[in-house]
Structure formats: structure tokens, C-alpha cells
């Protein structure tokens, strides 16, 4: 499945492991880039950039308070991504669904050979 | 045993344990070599793997180390879904692994390890997939929504969108 290389949607956003660190990190509330530094160890730059593309997808939003940017999870962006991962387990949980029937079928059958 | 047909419906866990795998775990009222013989003997895979989406047209099992299989089926909105590849390590009724290709992405190929752990009578099937880079597992996410593209028509169109 071709996708744009560059990151444009909230798909290409939370597909690297950093980013999706640092919405797990918000995730518990607002934070700013010093906690966020604090919290997951990555640099000061690597969380600027990183908070910068999660802004760009709308993924993240930012309060300015003062002299302080408080970083949050903009929960409906994550929406598509949410879905689009819960209809891959719905049509497992189908399959696997029909495979228990089968398997309750065969045991029956041997219950009574 | 009958009694518990169905009490683990929708019970399947889907995650991501690293950016290029896919582990599907679902716990079965039934023993290891039972649920292993459903995932290798034709008759029974058509059972089973088209869930309510569709129906199997083709299951073919050539169960040995390098021997083929290939799964069809025609979902029910009329088009096929078909998924191929190789047998890579057998050991009944514990250990499968295989190769995996859904065939619309040829280039995707997965090694898939299904492992089938008994206790207490419960056997747990644990499908991890493993795919080349993060880009191939979540087109195999995307394939794996095909399947149920009938109840998921509004999903397909803002994926397909969003991958244009």
C-alpha cells in the first residue's frame, strides 16, 4: 500500500516508535517539553521535532501560558488510526470467532465416538 | 464442553509489539492439537478463515518443511482475497511457521509464527507477524480490514484516500 513518503496524516505520524512514546507520555495530561525530555530521554531537539510533526497532523495541540508551551493529545485526531486498527481485529475476532465453532463442532463429535 | 461456545467471542487481542509485527492472541476451550489440526487440514480451515465475511474457495496445505499453501476467499462483496507461502517449521501440535504473502502486495512478505500453548485444557494461539519493514505490516493491516470490507466500506474509502 503506497503511502506518501513524507509524514502528512496522523497514519505516517504515528508510525515511529518515538512519537507514539510521546503520545503514550501525554496521553496522562498536558505536559511540556522539559517533561517530556525528563520522561522519555530522548533530547531536547528530538522532542521539539517530534512534537512538531504530531502538531502538523493535529495529532498534538499546544497551550501557551505564560513563558510555557503545554503540549496535549488531541484525542479525535487519532481517531482514523484508532479504526483502522480496531476493523483488522474485528475481522480476526470474526475469524477466530467462527474457528472456536469449529472446534466446539469437533469436540462434540469425539464426545460422542 | 459445549457449554462454552461462544463465551470467548470477540475475545481476540490484536497489538503491535514492534513496528513490524502484528501479534493476534485468542485463548480456545479446546486442546493444542485440535486447534492445530484447523489450522492445517483443509476441510477445516474453509470452516473457518473467511469468518462471516465471505466464503473459502480455496485452501490448499501441502504440510512439510517447504511445501506450499494457499488460501482463497471470496469475500462478499464478490472480489478474492488470496493469501500464499510456505511451511518453514512444523511441530505439531505447538509450532507453525510459514511464510506469507497476501497476493495483492507481492512484495510483502511475512513470516508468520503461530504458536498453540495448552493448559488446563485452554490453548492459547498466539499469531505473530513478522514483516520486512514497518510500511509492509501496515499494509498487511489494511489487507486484513479487506477482508472485512463489506461491514467496513467507509474505512476502505478514507484508507484508500488517505493512500492515494
Not at chain 1, 67 to 75: D, L, P, T
Not at chain 2, 6 to 24: C, H, K, M, Q, W
Amino acid at each position: 500500500m503506497a503511502r506518501t513518503p513524507t509524514t502528512t496524516d496522523a497514519f505516517n505520524a504515528v508510525s515511529e516508535g518515538s512519537r507514539r512514546g510521546l503520545l503514550d507520555a501525554l496521553g496522562t495530561g498536558e505536559a511540556t517539553v522539559g517533561d517530556l525530555v525528563d520522561r522519555l530521554g530522548l533530547s531536547q531537539p528530538q522532542v521539539s521535532k517530534h512534537l512538531a510533526v504530531l502538531r502538523a497532523v493535529g495529532l498534538v495541540s499546544v497551550r501557551v501560558d505564560g513563558r510555557r508551551r503545554w503540549y496535549r493529545v488531541n484525542g479525535p485526531a487519532l481517531q482514523p488510526v484508532y479504526e483502522w486498527v480496531r476493523s483488522f481485529e474485528s475481522t480476526w475476532n470474526n475469524r477466530l470467532d467462527r474457528l472456536d465453532d469449529v472446534l466446539g463442532e469437533l469436540q462434540t463429535k469425539e464426545e460422542l465416538t | 464442553m459445549n457449554s462454552s461456545i461462544g463465551n470467548r467471542y470477540g475475545s481476540a487481542v490484536f497489538t503491535l509489539p514492534s513496528d513490524n509485527e502484528i501479534l493476534v492472541t485468542r485463548e480456545f476451550d479446546a486442546p493444542a492439537n485440535l486447534v492445530f489440526d484447523a489450522w492445517t487440514t483443509p476441510d477445516l480451515v474453509k470452516r473457518w478463515w473467511a469468518g462471516d465475511r465471505g466464503e473459502v474457495t480455496e485452501a490448499q496445505i501441502d504440510l512439510r518443511i517447504g511445501g506450499r499453501w494457499r488460501w482463497v476467499m471470496t469475500a462478499n462483496g464478490g472480489f478474492e482475497v488470496a493469501f500464499s507461502g510456505e511451511y518453514r517449521e512444523i511441530d505439531r501440535p505447538h509450532r507453525l511457521v510459514r511464510t506469507e504473502v497476501f497476493e495483492m502486495f507481492p512484495d510483502a512478505e511475512a513470516v508468520s509464527t503461530i504458536t498453540f500453548d495448552e493448559s488446563n485444557g485452554v490453548t492459547t494461539l498466539r499469531i505473530l507477524g513478522h514483516y520486512p519493514s514497518q510500511e509492509h505490516r501496515d499494509a498487511a493491516i489494511a489487507s486484513g480490514m479487506e477482508g472485512g470490507l463489506q461491514t467496513s466500506l467507509d474505512e476502505l474509502e478514507r484508507l484508500l484516500l488517505q493512500a492515494a
